[in-house]
Nanobody, 126 residues
Framework: QLQLVESGGGLVQPGGSLRLSCKTS????????IAWFRQAPGQERREVSC????????SYTDSVRGRFTISRDNAEKTVHLQMNRLRPEDTGVYYC???????????????????WGQGTPVTVSS
């Protein structure tokens, strides 16, 4: 059973930090591309960061570049998203998703991803 479970979200003040985690199970972790998506209130879900199966290729959307860092721990089969200097515009439900590295790539169609987590909400507010 392929499964992703996000954790680490919460309420934080502007300028604060959170570390999100995406724990995977049921598949060969180092063969899958992992991406983080955000669905802001009233908006469509958008990709914010992605990491290749090898960990050698990383992408960020412009609004988070320099503030967020994505990483993967193959031993723990977990991907992390370190979120620093948070802004109110970062508010939303954060999802991680996985696609096989032979068939999906960062920036690819969301509907083509193989498995999604349940999401973890992040609220940035004073």
């Amino acid at each position: 059973q392929l499964q992703l479970v996000e954790s680490g979200g919460g309420l934080v003040q502007p300028g604060g930090s959170l570390r999100l985690s995406c724990k995977t199970s049921g598949f060969v972790f180092d063969m899958y591309v992992i991406a983080w998506f955000r669905q802001a209130p009233g908006q469509e879900r958008r990709e914010v960061s992605c990491i290749s199966a090898s960990g050698n290729t990383i992408s960020y959307t412009d609004s988070v570049r320099g503030r967020f860092t994505i990483s993967r721990d193959n031993a723990e089969k977990t991907v992390h998203l370190q979120m620093n200097r948070l802004r109110p515009e970062d508010t939303g439900v954060y999802y991680c998703a996985a696609g096989h590295g032979s068939f999906w790539f960062c920036g690819g169609a969301q509907k083509s991803l193989e498995v999604w987590g349940q999401g973890t909400p992040v609220t940035v507010s004073s």
